[in-house]
């Protein structure tokens, strides 16, 4: 089996100073997951999502709802 490896990328939104989380959505079909890191840190721990906990993640954040966090 063939390893893929990460196509790190953040949002196109995320202007804030290095406060930014990248995600390696290419690893969805391969593996069920999307990495998550710290941008600041890349070298850094990885925390794996399941594709579907992520969308909803991202479903919430379209709606406002982490807004305060």
Not at 18 to 29: I, P, R
Not at 46 to 68: N, R, T
Request: proline fraction near 7%; charged fraction near 10%; charge should be neutral.
């Amino acid at each position: 089996m063939a390893t893929v490896t990460p196509c790190w990328f953040k949002s196109s939104y995320s202007d804030n100073g290095g406060a930014c989380v990248e995600v390696a959505a290419n690893l969805v079909a391969a593996s069920g997951v999307v990495p998550v890191r710290d941008s600041k840190n890349p070298t850094g721990p990885v925390l794996d999502v399941s594709a579907p906990a992520f969308a909803l993640f991202v479903v919430g954040l379209k709606a406002g709802g982490l807004a305060s966090v």
